[in-house]
């Protein structure tokens, strides 16, 4: 568990997206998908998720359900609007230029400045 | 479209409010279940796993509100929990928000009352089309606006500027309809009045001016539509109906539309007949003498005023020098049609403006005094503001709470003020001092008015609600949460202190007056007139009104005066054409020649005496004493020689003294000798301010009149005769329309310029009251609140409670004590100045001054009474723990 990194922020909303962009999840669902996809590396309060949720229901990027879970609950899905896809693009680019301008300017040795 | 959706679930989520909050504590609960789910199946039991899912998922409560927060975060949203926020700290304070609400009621009223009053006197135009053309002349000397008719005429005819001119004269007159006679108020018109006002009727037709055919044509009666709703019923049919004005028939022609209530506001007729309808050839004929009441017209388009006054002019110098004997010189001028001119207007215009001005101020001094009771609760809530500001909320969002507080109070403030301020105008509307005038000003609070309130309203939240803004932009939440306090101490002598200061003196001022006035009333109700009201009724009539004429008259007056007598209950019964202080409206003042005087003008007049024309037994019935020589007899007749009795006050003016006056001779304007036989002791006869009035009576056998009104001294209560007299003069005729009241009620409305001016100073005295209680209030809740701490020490010392006190209110009590001497101070020499207004008021009068120091010392305690509580629960530890 000590290994577990904290999020970044701004960064827990990017992940939602990317977890359900794999198919519709209940809350509870998308933690344990962001948690696999991610194989456990992330340290998320479970309560945090739900502000974030609403917060891109409002924004209209997701929307939102109610059906039965596999455990045979009552629950709430989400999945992505066509807004949330093309979003989920945009801050992919971003995050994937992020990464790499960090991870360059983290790489760089002294001899090449 | 996206903005439609969005717009969709923002209202859906504001009326939906309950539902999604049951929606999010539903999935955050099945969240926890599913997690304990997977707990139980990796082998803990049922409970143990739902106690394992609470705890990691963390905060419930805080991730709910976050969510909420996420979910809803509209302007709206935010502004609804502002205001419950707002209420449920206004609730906690019900003192400061009473106190609040109810300075800002009181204000706000005023303003709202003042503001309707110019609305419904200055802004608000003649209900008449293209009302901002019209104009009425008004002429240099003498009563401003009258002419005579054939003056009139010839303005009409030769003026180039107008497009037509109209004019109109007030009159009373007695109406029979076939049941109860009564007497009314009507305009006599010129026959295109109408035409040129560009009205129509609202059923039937107006008269015009084809239809004037000299003295006594067009017998038309055109109704008040007011008249025609109370007396008619809004009967159509009573449009053709014949009826009698003094004893003439006339003919319903038409109804005015209701909007139309005459060109002058102060007076409202019942209805309108032709001039030339209701005068004979003699009046219409006479060039001397202005009668008609104003002359109004439409200025031609593109014609100034200048332009139409040099028109006029002109004509007017033509008339001088064509009739020099009749006209002197008139400066014509053009005044806005309605309020009279110069006469009614710039008075009006000036009272107005005054009192909207102190409306004002009243309002910013309300605003003043809640501004720093404002910035006491800042103060108080100092530490809760640190620790918010600490925890991250914004500047912004705190102000915005304490002037979503300010608004919320100066709206129900506003809203009170303006429901008790409208209830006050619809009585102001419907109250009617003088019964014998319609004075209709219609003061009913229209939509403007309500603009106005709420604009006002909203204004005072703001600005007093900008009070604390400095302090909580400049609060630094570390040094509070260390120190405890927004406030400094200071010592000195604050501009808001000195403010407070002057606004106690002038309340302890107006609170000086109005005593003053109150006892000043109440004594002139018992001071002396010269005769003696009590016990007797007026019974007032004009035989003119029920259409007798020369001999008739005092053949009627006769059989009147007799048939009264036999009445049981009935002393004494007089004649006069006007009983004194009886606000008859008839008495004039005549222009009387020493005997020596053979040229009478105006220069040479002796003395302007008020004439009364009387019974015999007047001086009786009145009790009002003659001094010397003799009353009248009934041989005192037209075959007699002329006669008068005068007061000692002509007899002073005219001969030096009433020893001197006795038996001497004095000329009247005419040229007519009359003999001094006797001399009455002085009274008051149109105001109570009448010191030196000089008076004459004449028999009513030598100078006759229509004006008949008959006292009757009774030997018990008065009013119990009216019943008697109303059906004793039917009996001698029904037409003859009657108004009667007791002699004591009829001084009442004498009074009532005095009862006036002491209700006005009452209503600013209190409103002065309620203001001075609030600065005290600020300034002592103030005071305790920033020393708190020291109290409290204080108090752990064992400081007894008056010492906690006076620590806590000295300087505000020190204040008011002083600002309160010194508007007393004032206020006994502003008196000087009520006694024009009230007769016999006075400053020096032991029971005003223990009045107004009472009145103070009440507002101080009031005022103190919620900080001094606070002070006094003071509890150290508590306290002490706190800080």
Redesign the interface.
Not at chain 1, 73 to 76: E, P, T
């Given at each position: 568990m000590s290994e577990q990194a904290q999020l970044l922020p701004g960064t827990l909303d990017l992940l939602i997206l990317r977890a359900v962009s794999l198919g519709p999840l209940?809350?509870?669902?998308i933690l344990l998908r962001i948690g696999q996809i991610s194989g456990d590396a992330l340290l998320i309060?479970?309560?945090?998720l739900?502000?974030?949720?609403?917060?891109l229901?409002?924004q209209?990027l997701l929307k939102a359900s109610w059906g039965t879970?596999d455990?045979n609950?009552?629950?709430?899905f989400y999945e992505l609007t066509g807004a949330g896809r093309k979003r989920l693009r945009q801050e992919t680019d971003n995050w994937n230029r992020l990464v790499s301008a960090i991870a360059a300017a983290l790489g760089t040795q002294p001899e090449e400045v | 479209m996206k903005f439609l959706d969005s717009l969709r679930f923002r209202i859906s989520i504001l009326f939906g409010r309950s539902r999604m909050e049951a929606e999010m504590e539903e999935e955050l609960r099945l969240h926890v279940q599913h997690r304990a789910d997977d707990l139980e199946r990796i082998g803990l039991p049922r409970a143990e796993a739902e106690r394992q899912a609470r705890i990691e998922f963390g905060g419930h409560v805080r991730y709910k509100e976050e969510s909420r927060e996420a979910a809803g975060g509209t302007l709206l949203e935010s502004v609804f929990r502002d205001v419950r926020h707002a209420l449920r700290l206004l609730r906690k304070s019900p003192g400061f928000t009473a106190v609040a609400v109810m300075t800002l009621a009181a204000a706000i009223g005023a303003n709202a009352v003042v503001f309707s009053a110019l609305n419904a006197t200055l802004l608000r135009p003649l209900n008449v089309p293209e009302p901002q053309s019209l104009y009425g002349l008004q002429f240099g000397e003498g009563v401003k606006g009258a002419q005579s008719y054939p003056n009139y005429l010839d303005f009409r005819d030769r003026n180039r500027c107008f497009e037509g001119l109209a004019a109109y004269h007030m009159t009373r007159v007695g109406l029979d309809t076939g049941k109860n006679p009564t007497r009314v108020w009507l305009y006599e018109v010129t026959g295109n009045y109408f035409d040129i006002l560009k009205i129509q009727p609202r059923i039937g037709r107006f008269f015009h001016a084809a239809d004037e055919q000299g003295a006594h044509s067009a017998p038309y009666i055109v109704l008040s539509y007011g008249y025609w709703h109370s007396h008619f019923q809004d009967d159509p049919g009573a449009v053709g109906r014949m009826v009698e004005i003094n004893k003439r028939p006339f003919t319903i022609v038409g109804v005015a539309p209701p909007q139309f209530q005459g060109t002058f506001l102060l007076l409202s007729p019942d209805f309108f007949v032709p001039i030339v309808s209701l005068e004979d050839a003699d009046t219409l004929n006479t060039r001397a003498g202005r009668w008609i009441f104003e002359t109004i017209g439409h200025l031609k388009p593109g014609v100034t005023t200048a332009q139409a006054a040099a028109d006029f002019n002109s004509i007017g110098d033509y008339l001088q020098t064509t009739y020099p004997k009749e006209n002197g010189k008139m400066n014509v001028s053009l005044s806005r049609a309605g309020l009279y001119g110069e006469t009614f207007e710039r008075p009006l215009r000036a009272f107005v403006a005054a009192l909207m001005l102190l409306a004002g101020l009243i309002l910013l001094a309300a605003c003043a005094n809640l501004g720093s009771l404002f910035a006491v609760r800042a103060a108080d809530r100092s530490r809760e503001i640190a620790v918010r500001l600490a925890l991250g909320s914004s500047r912004v969002r705190i102000l915005r709470q304490l002037f979503t507080e300010a608004l919320l109070l100066s709206l129900a403030g506003g809203a009170v003020g303006i429901f008790g301020g409208a209830m006050l105008l619809r009585r102001l509307s419907a109250w009617n001092p003088f019964p014998q005038f319609p004075t209709n000003v219609p003061l009913n609070p229209d939509a403007n008015v309500y603009a106005v309130a709420a604009l006002l309203a909203f204004i005072s939240g703001i600005l007093f609600g900008a009070v604390p803004v400095r302090q909580v932009m400049r609060s630094d939440p570390y040094d509070i949460i260390k120190s405890g306090s927004l406030a400094k101490l200071g010592r000195r002598i604050t501009l808001r202190e000195i403010l407070l200061a002057v606004q106690i003196a002038i309340c302890a001022v107006l609170v000086t007056s109005s005593l003053v006035a109150v006892r000043g009333l109440l004594r002139s109700l018992h001071s002396d007139f010269g005769f003696e009201p009590e016990n007797v009724l007026l019974a007032d009539t004009d035989l003119d009104m029920a259409g007798y004429e020369g001999e008739a008259v005092p053949a009627m007056q006769k059989r009147m005066l007799e048939a009264m007598r036999t009445i049981p209950g009935v002393a004494s019964v007089a004649l006069t054409n006007c009983a004194p202080l009886s606000s008859c409206g008839r008495l004039s003042m005549t222009s009387v020649y020493t005997d020596e005087t053979s040229d009478l003008r105006p220069s040479t007049v002796a003395a302007s005496p008020l004439q009364f024309q009387i019974s015999p037994e007047f001086f009786a019935v009145a009790e009002m004493p003659v001094l010397a020589g003799r009353i009248f007899t009934p041989h005192d007749d037209k075959n007699a020689p002329l006669v008068a009795v005068i007061n000692q006050v002509f007899a002073r003016e005219v001969f030096g003294s009433s020893a001197k006056a006795l038996g001497r001779y004095f000329k009247v304007s005419n040229g007519t000798r009359l003999q001094i036989v006797g001399i009455a002791k002085d009274g008051k006869y149109k105001s109570l301010a009448d010191d030196s009035q000089s008076v004459m009576f004449l028999p009513i056998l030598q100078a006759p009149t229509s004006a008949s009104s008959l006292m009757l001294r009774s030997k018990s209560d008065p009013q119990r005769l009216a019943a008697a007299v109303r059906s004793r003069l039917q009996d001698l005729d029904v037409g003859m329309p009657v108004f009667i009241q007791t002699w004591p009620d009829a001084l009442n409305r004498v009074l009532f310029g005095s009862r006036l001016a002491t209700v006005a100073l009452g209503v600013l005295g209190a409103l002065g009251a309620i203001l001075s209680m609030t600065g005290i209030f600020g300034m002592a809740a103030y005071s305790v609140s920033k020393r708190l701490r020291e109290l409290g020490i204080r108090v752990a010392l064992g400081a007894r409670r008056n010492e906690v006190l006076q620590a806590a209110l000295g300087r505000a009590i020190k204040l008011l004590a002083f600002a309160s001497t010194a508007g007393l101070l004032l206020g006994i020499l502003a008196s000087r100045l009520l006694a024009a207004m009230v007769y016999q008021a006075t400053p020096r009068d032991p029971l005003v001054l223990a009045g107004v120091v009472l009145a103070m010392a009440s507002i101080g305690v009031l005022a103190t009474w919620i900080p001094a509580q606070r002070a006094l629960s003071i509890d150290p530890a508590r306290l002490l723990r706190e800080e």
């Open positions: 209940h809350g509870y669902g309060e479970q309560g945090a739900y502000p974030g949720l609403f917060r229901v409002r209209g879970s455990n609950r009552r629950a709430k | -």
